[in-house]
Structure formats: structure tokens, C-alpha cells
């Protein structure tokens, strides 16, 4: 757009871009969404540091044109580009600031509807106000939004209740109280809730135990007991409704089928496997979780369902803050962790490629090159062969979760959420960004 401008009144270039990616395939930024890029033409050697930054196949061709040179074919790339891995900075404003760049409110320019004030890096509330210098400011509604960050669902539905917020997640056992009511929206969502497992620890490096942890709980009694927001028991790492064949438009998970179930002859049979090849009888493990209420009764629901159906092993449970949980996962300190994934874009791939051994996000040490193989020929040999292709990302969850077990699948979420009925036209997004608020108002 010729009026595309940041907050701060520069207009927004194709600098603002070539500078943006250019610093994320940097080695020395270390960014865990590196793989999105890699489509960009040298992009992964870049990021390998055998390369300068200066070949990634992006150029600003005049001051309003980016120009994109790909590596090879990639069918989902236009998704890739509304993503936030994709999004500009300033190239001035960010160069200047160097590391203290969007630390804080102060220290950040924006180019959306909204701009960020009062937060310092580690606030629990700061607001949106509308952004003056926006293309379509004068099509931006809401004069300010207030956020406050509660872990406690309790917490936030009396806040709702008493008008002081407009709106908020919920989760079970709230939902049942507001069955029927105008304010509960639910909306399904491409969300994976799984567990995964660290390879590098001598237990869970084996397959069988992984196996057996795998098919020993009870999905639907999870869903039913722990959730109950319209989420729904999944047997495989990409959710339904998400991606459909090219040639026969049938649906990923469908075709894929059930790669993980609950299982309890075939659970307590790979359990006295793994026992033996362990040379153990018992086995106590922990289970590392975030410390929000959702994760702690999860822990709660698998610790007894493990312990309950694989006798002779004890689960531990250690809940801490959502920072402090992926500090640990990136670092190999954990033996099991229970988290969620939600894509940024549509193709199978993006939740597949995420136990590449090269993946900045697979913290499971799962490495194995046949299935890094199928990823790459994904890419490369079937780029341009849309049911081939097709095939090896099949292939390739096969790999991931019913051969190698290396996570366990859970079930796939919804959005479930109170809102004032007065406050209208928020997008609810299945993938990507949870929320926008650049057409939303409040009705009077």
C-alpha cells in the first residue's frame, strides 16, 4: 500500500522486509520459526552459517516492491506470507535500537490497527489503543482495549461477570454453567494438545515405553471430564478439518486414520516390552507441564491414568510458569511434556516438519533421516506433484506417530469463550492469530 506507514510516521518499505528476514535466518537471532522461512532461496544455509545473509532470496526491487526467490516450488507459500513469522519491522527503528527492540511498549513501532501502551516486558496488563497512522484508521472502532493476563479461570469469569472485562477464555467445569447462554462462543480450532517425548533420556529413548504411554489413557473421558469446550479426542498430530487432498478433497486426518489409540492390551503389552528391554520392573518419570489450570488437571488426568494402567510405574508432576516450561523443554531438561500447537497456516507440513532434526521447535531430540527425507522431498521431488506430495506427508505422520511414537496425540481444541453480547464482530481464527480486533465494536 502507498499508505502504509508505521506508528512513528515512517512509511512502511521493502527494506522494512529484506531487513526483517534477513535477521531471522541470522544464525546469531537463533529464531525457533526459522523453518518458515526456508522456503526463501538459501534460507536454510543461511541460517547453517554457510552463507551471508545477504543471498536469501528476498530483494526490495523499488521502495514498494518486494521481490521473493524461492528455493524450490512451495504450493503453500502466499499462506506463509500472512503469517507472523512474516510480518515487518522497522528497519530503522530496529537497527537503531539493536537487542532493546520490542522489549517494551516504548520500543516498539507497529503498522496495524492497534498500537501497544504501558507494558515494560513483563506486565500482566498493558492496553491497545488505535493506531493514528494506520491506512484505515478511520475504519478502527474501539478507542482502547485493556488487557489483563489471569491464569485463573475462576478469576477471570467473576471479572466477566462483573463488567469489568468484555472477554475471556473459559474451560470446564465453567462451560456447563453457561450451556445455553448468549456470551459462550465456541469455535472449533486447528489446535493439537499432545504430549511428547525427550529422546535423550534413557527411558523415553525407548519406543515401546513411548508406545505404551501413548495408548494407556482414555481420550474421550479426557474431553469429557477435563475439557468439555467442543474439543474432540484425536488419534494423530494434524487435526481434522484442517487440510483436504488435493485430488479427492478428502480430509488429512480421515485419510491418515488412527495412529495413536487407547489401547490397554496393546499399552500393557509395550509397557512389559519396554520393561525388559530397560531391565526394569518399576520406573518413576516426570511429566513437565505449564502451571495454567487447564495443564495442572491435565497432569493430573494422565498421571492417574498412567499409573492406573501401566503398573509399576509412578508419575511426577512439575507445573511452572509457560516461560519456564519451554526454557526446560529447549534445554532437555524433561522427561514428558504436555503442550498445545496451533499453525500458522493450512498444510500438513506445518505441523510435521516440526520434529525435523533441524526444527528449531523439536525439543524431543527426535532425529531420524528417512523422515527428514519425506519432508524434503515434500519440497523438492513432489513440490509440483500435488497427490505425490500428498502421499509423503501421509508417509510421514505414519512415521511420526505410529511408528516412532514420538509424541502422543490428545485431542484437537476449540476456542471457547465468554463475550459480551455487546461486543461485536471479533474474528475468532481456527489458525494462526487467536483474535482481531480491527472491525470489532461495542454496541450501544
Do not use: C
Not at 225 to 244: K, M
Amino acid at each position: 500500500r502507498e499508505d502504509a506507514n508505521w506508528s512513528n510516521g515512517d512509511p512502511v518499505t521493502a527494506q522494512d522486509f529484506v531487513y526483517t528476514y534477513q535477521k531471522i535466518v541470522d544464525p546469531a537471532t537463533a529464531s525457533p520459526n526459522i523453518n518458515k522461512l526456508y522456503p526463501l532461496k538459501n534460507a536454510e544455509a543461511i541460517n547453517n552459517g554457510e552463507l551471508d545473509k545477504a543471498e536469501l532470496g528476498v530483494e526490495a526491487i523499488d521502495e514498494k516492491t518486494v521481490k521473493f526467490t524461492l528455493g524450490n516450488p512451495t504450493a503453500y507459500f502466499k499462506d506463509l506470507l500472512g503469517t507472523s513469522s512474516y510480518l515487518p519491522q522497522n528497519h530503522q527503528v530496529a537497527s537503531e535500537l539493536g537487542s532493546a527492540y520490542g522489549t517494551n511498549s516504548e520500543n516498539t513501532v507497529y503498522n496495524g490497527p492497534f498500537v501497544v501502551e504501558g507494558w515494560d516486558g513483563t506486565d500482566l496488563n498493558w492496553s491497545m489503543v488505535p493506531n493514528e497512522a494506520y491506512w484505515d484508521a478511520e475504519n478502527v472502532k474501539l478507542d482502547q482495549i485493556n488487557w489483563e493476563v489471569s491464569k485463573e479461570i475462576a478469576t477471570n469469569i467473576n471479572l466477566f461477570e462483573s463488567g469489568e472485562v468484555q472477554l475471556t477464555q473459559i474451560s470446564n467445569p465453567y462451560i456447563e454453567q453457561y450451556a445455553g447462554s448468549d456470551a459462550l462462543v465456541t469455535e472449533p480450532k486447528a489446535l493439537s494438545g499432545y504430549v511428547w517425548f525427550n529422546q535423550g533420556r534413557t527411558s523415553t529413548a525407548n519406543v515401546h515405553l513411548r508406545k505404551a504411554l501413548s495408548t494407556s489413557f482414555d481420550k474421550e473421558a479426557y474431553v469429557d471430564t477435563v475439557l468439555n469446550d467442543g474439543s474432540v479426542p484425536s488419534n494423530g498430530f494434524v487435526p481434522s478439518n484442517y487440510a483436504y487432498n488435493p485430488e479427492t478433497d478428502e480430509d488429512f486426518r480421515e485419510e491418515s486414520g488412527d495412529l495413536a489409540v487407547y489401547d490397554l492390551e496393546t499399552a500393557q503389552a509395550e509397557w512389559e516390552t519396554a520393561k525388559e528391554e530397560l531391565g526394569i520392573e518399576t520406573l518413576s518419570i516426570e511429566l513437565l507441564t505449564s502451571d495454567t489450570e487447564t495443564s495442572k488437571t491435565t497432569a493430573e488426568f494422565l498421571q492417574s491414568q498412567w499409573q492406573q494402567n501401566l503398573p509399576g510405574l509412578t508419575i511426577t508432576i512439575r507445573n511452572v510458569p509457560l516461560k519456564s516450561r519451554m526454557e526446560s523443554t529447549t534445554n532437555g531438561d524433561y522427561d514428558i511434556a504436555y503442550g498445545t500447537y496451533t499453525p500458522s497456516y493450512a498444510d500438513p507440513i506445518a505441523f510435521l516438519e516440526m520434529y525435523e532434526s533441524t526444527s528449531g521447535l523439536n525439543s524431543s531430540r527426535f532425529a531420524d533421516e528417512g523422515y527428514d527425507a519425506l519432508l524434503d522431498d515434500t519440497r523438492s521431488t513432489y513440490a509440483n506433484d500435488a497427490e505425490q506430495r500428498w502421499e509423503t506427508l501421509l508417509a510421514a505422520e505414519e512415521t511420526l506417530i505410529a511408528e516412532n511414537a514420538v509424541n502422543a496425540p490428545i485431542y484437537q481444541g476449540a476456542n471457547a469463550n465468554l463475550v459480551d453480547p455487546s461486543l461485536k464482530d471479533v474474528q475468532i481464527q481456527p489458525v494462526g492469530a487467536a483474535m482481531y480486533f480491527r472491525t470489532a465494536y461495542v454496541e450501544e
